[in-house]
Nanobody, 127 residues
Framework: VQLQASGGGLVQPGGSLRLSCASS????????IAWFRQAPGNEREGVSC????????YYAGSMKDRFTISRDEDKNTVYLQIHGLKPEDTAIYYC?????????????????????WGQGTQVTVSS
C-alpha cells in the first residue's frame, strides 16, 4: 500500500473527525496531496489539496468553511480535519498523490492528476 487513509467512522451531526493520509513509501512533503470523497451514486469530488513543498492549500467550493488540510512532515502524514459534520458529508474519503508537484488550485479536482490513491476511509454522519 502506497497511501494509507484512516480516521473515518460513524459520527453524529455536528461532530468532528480528523482523517489521516500516511505513506511508508513516499515522503509526502514532496507530493501534492489531495483529498476526494465519493458518496453512493455520486461521482468522486475533490475536497481539498495541499501543494508539495510550499504547503499552499486549496478548498473546493464551500469546503473551506468546515474543512482544514494540513501536513505533519515529522509524521509523514497529511490530515483533513472536518468540523460541523453533516449527513451530506457521508462518503468514502480518499487521499491521492500527484508526483508532479502541481500547485493546488481550481483544477486540483481532476482525478487524472493523481498517480497514487489510498484505499479510502468511510465517513458516516448520522444520528
Amino acid at each position: 500500500v502506497q497511501l494509507q487513509a484512516s480516521g473515518g467512522g460513524l459520527v453524529q451531526p455536528g461532530g468532528s473527525l480528523r482523517l489521516s493520509c500516511a505513506s511508508s513509501k513516499f515522503t509526502l512533503d514532496y507530493y501534492t496531496i489531495a483529498w476526494f470523497r465519493q458518496a453512493p451514486g455520486n461521482e468522486r469530488e475533490g475536497v481539498s489539496c495541499i501543494t508539495a513543498v510550499s504547503g499552499s492549500t486549496y478548498y473546493a467550493g464551500s469546503m473551506k468553511d468546515r474543512f482544514t488540510i494540513s501536513r505533519d512532515e515529522d509524521k509523514n502524514t497529511v490530515y483533513l480535519q472536518i468540523h460541523g459534520l453533516k449527513p451530506e458529508d457521508t462518503a468514502i474519503y480518499y487521499c491521492a498523490a500527484d508526483p508532479r508537484r502541481r500547485i493546488c488550485g481550481e483544477f486540483s479536482d481532476r482525478i487524472a492528476r493523481y498517480d497514487y490513491w489510498g484505499q479510502g476511509t468511510q465517513v458516516t454522519v448520522s444520528s
